[in-house]
């Protein structure tokens, strides 16, 4: 698929498509896709001229977006076999897409419609509009005579309306009822939810947890521990062993009880975007992330989709355009996995994977007295990161500065009492970089940025400032304190007497994470809630469980209790009404036992008759035909190929099961039943990876097969 080519405001895509039938190349014309109603819709224009597809295709929209085409799907393919042919051909070449992708072939979410011009023409619809009609009103023609007869249907439909609107009412109460209750678990839950947060860099590590009161938040528990940059030189992934046992120390000397944290991964190591999707709500969106369609349209990776942890969260839905925009976050998941083996070694549970930059953010957001916030960007210079972040409407927008090692090198070593070349040049690019971005931002939103808060992990970092502001005249710029807003307590304010108090930034940010499982977060800004785990619905569900059976327990016992003392005091009642009833027990229980071997015996009678019937239904007069079919069908299987069980259903279909030891194999198969004369058409059913098998492992597992074989009988 090439030459992708966008219409309707980006809602329809036209490329040109090759269509295989069989392994042979049947034609090369433009094909339309969208999605609508949760599902992907895809269309031959049968074509090959661009113009004259352009025009066929967005007929096709036009008519689905107006649902124009809902009525007469079903129709065209029952009745027209080129459709049918074309189902098959997309579908089968579908199955292929997703063979080599390691990947379950999903037919139902794949939609397939035929163009106005290749539809057959169809009887008049007028007797059918009359009968719909009739429905509507709901009336009796042939009894309209009798006048009080169409009264009380009138009656009758009226009260029918009555009825669905107290449903309509009902329900939504039901609805306010159950967000107020979610919404007050979900505060109890977040309110005492303990999270510490974990900031690893190559120079440090920083662990901080906080506490929040009605009016501010309280440093509880924070610690620095210092690392020897000759032994993570080569980055932290490849020093884990050391980093873990460092950060073990570092929680030791932290005295955090709990075990639940909260991580980050570098800006290098993950993908950012905002991307622009047709209008879709949560259950479509949802639907199209399964067939991971989604993705593979909006957002180009280089690699497979199984390879990242993606995070997703809709910023904005805009319903004059028909589009919403969704920020995209994701990660390698060697990266991910990496990052969580360094924490798990140190005896910890990683519950929120964060990106540094967005961690910023959070704790600039906190940072509660900093006036026109929405005029403010974040600035990170140091050895490893640097980049600038502006978050606009909700929107991220990130900005690399690129330094060569030997530059970040001449920053770092810089010194206030000394002129140097070398540092003013360096500089001079870094913000020459930096004006361009701001620039590009001013440009394209019409706002202007006024201050730059800057988080250095450099000591020099207020020698340096000045330099800075040589070249950026027109902008503020101050190193950011995130402690500023934070209730210090006595026992942690020597622990923070530092100059450069913006190294703290990134696992205060983190401090102020939770972990949400009751959906309190739902429409919280999708830069505070970006979570990379790829286990954290699972994580969700446990924590979940945890809260509900200790904040339930209470009102679990008292319930119990009730029901206990509700049962002894019925019984009491019970017992006197049931000695009563118990008099003719004798009777009851002669006439039970004749009635019940009656039914016995006619039950036994019952599966008798039925076991002769499914012996009967398998007799045939062309058993030797079958013979030879069957024969031919084991002559066909390749020797990579083997049955785990065969169906026959005595008439002229067989259904095969077994395992492959690759794609080729199955397809190798299909092709040696279809070239034997007895077999009328041989496809593939369905494919499954069996159970102790997963994506990640290697190609060589075997896969399982379903193959449908419909024999000349």
């Known amino acids: 698929m090439t030459n992708i080519i966008s219409t309707k405001d980006g809602r329809l895509h036209i490329y040109v498509r090759q269509d295989k039938y069989k392994g042979k190349l049947k034609s090369e014309n433009w094909v339309g896709r969208t999605f609508h109603n949760g599902k992907q819709k895809v269309i031959s224009s049968g074509t090959t001229d661009l113009e004259e597809a352009k025009v066929i295709l967005g007929k096709w929209y036009d008519d689905l977006i107006a649902g124009k085409l809902e009525e007469n799907s079903t129709n065209n393919e029952k009745n027209d076999e080129t459709i049918e042919t074309k189902v098959e051909t997309e579908t089968f070449e579908k199955s292929l897409e997703d063979i080599n992708d390691n990947q379950t072939v999903v037919n139902d979410r794949i939609d397939v419609q035929t163009p106005e011009k290749e539809k057959i023409k169809k009887p008049s619809d007028k007797p059918a509009l009359d009968e719909k009609k009739k429905k509507i009103f709901n009336l009796d023609f042939s009894s309209l005579k009798n006048f009080s007869s169409l009264k009380d249907k009138f009656l009758l439909k009226k009260k029918e309306s009555n009825t669905n609107k107290s449903e309509k009412q009902n329900n939504k109460r039901f609805s306010n009822f159950k967000k107020i209750f979610s919404e007050k678990i979900s505060k109890a839950n977040v309110a005492g939810e303990e999270i510490a947060g974990i900031d690893i860099s190559e120079d440090s590590i920083k662990i901080a947890q906080l506490t929040k009161t009605e009016s501010n938040w309280i440093l509880e528990k924070i610690s620095l521990r210092l690392l020897d940059k000759n032994k993570t030189a080569d980055g932290i992934i490849n020093s884990k062993d050391y980093v873990s046992d460092e950060l073990k120390l570092a929680m030791d000397n932290s005295k955090i009880a709990t075990t639940n944290v909260a991580i980050s991964i570098p800006v290098t190591s993950a993908i950012i975007r905002v991307v622009t999707s047709p209008l879709m709500t949560d259950e479509e969106l949802q639907k199209a992330i399964e067939t ?78 900093i006036e026109n916030k929405a005029n403010n960007a974040m600035l990170e210079i140091g050895s490893e990161d640097n980049y600038l972040i502006v978050v606009h409407e909700n929107i991220p927008i990130i900005t690399d500065i690129f330094l060569r090692p030997n530059e970040k090198e001449i920053l770092s070593q810089h010194s206030g009492n000394m002129q140097n070349d070398d540092t003013d040049s360096v500089v001079r690019r870094y913000c020459m970089q930096l004006k361009q971005a701001l620039n590009d931002y001013e440009s394209k939103y019409s706002s202007k940025i006024n201050n730059i808060k800057i988080v250095s992990s450099l000591n020099n970092i207020e020698e340096l400032i000045p330099l800075f502001r040589k070249n950026l005249l027109n902008t503020g710029l101050q190193v950011f304190d995130p402690l500023n807003e934070i209730q210090i307590p006595e026992y942690n304010k020597e622990k923070i007497d530092i100059i450069n108090k913006s190294i703290y930034t990134s696992v205060l940010g983190l401090a102020y994470r939770k972990l949400d499982v009751f959906g309190y977060y739902k429409f919280v800004t999708a830069v505070k809630n970006i979570n990379l785990l790829p286990n954290r619905e699972a994580l969700k569900r446990q924590t979940k469980m945890k809260f509900l059976s200790g904040f339930a327990m209470k009102g679990l016992v008292g319930g119990i209790a009730a029901i206990y003392i509700f049962l002894i005091g019925f019984s009491f009642f019970q017992i006197g009404a049931n000695k009563n009833k118990l008099v003719n027990e004798s009777n009851i229980q002669q006439e039970f036992n004749i009635i019940n071997k009656e039914h016995q015996q006619m039950t036994k009678l019952v599966k008798d008759m039925e076991k002769a019937l499914k012996l009967g239904a398998m007799v045939n007069s062309n058993q030797k035909i079958t013979y030879r079919a069957l024969a031919q069908i084991t002559r066909s299987v390749p020797q990579r190929v083997q049955f785990t069980n065969l169906n026959y259903n005595g008439a002229n279909e067989i259904m095969i099961t077994g395992l492959a030891f690759s794609d080729q194999d199955i397809i190798n198969f299909i092709s040696n039943l279809n070239s034997k004369d007895l077999v009328d058409q041989a496809s593939l059913k369905a494919m499954n990876v069996p159970q102790g098998q997963n994506d990640l492992q290697s190609a060589n597992n075997k896969k399982g097969f379903t193959i449908l074989c419909k024999l000349k009988i």
């Open 292 to 369: 991971d369609s989604l993705w593979e349209n909006l957002v180009q990776l280089t690699d497979d989709l199984n390879e990242y942890s993606i995070f997703h969260q809709v910023i904005s839905r805009n319903n004059k355009m028909n589009t919403m925009e969704i920020l995209f976050v994701a990660s390698k998941l060697s990266d991910v996995n990496s990052y969580s083996s360094i924490v798990k070694k140190a005896g910890l549970n990683p519950v929120i994977m964060d990106v540094k930059c967005f961690t910023l953010k959070n704790a600039f957001d906190n940072a509660l007295k």
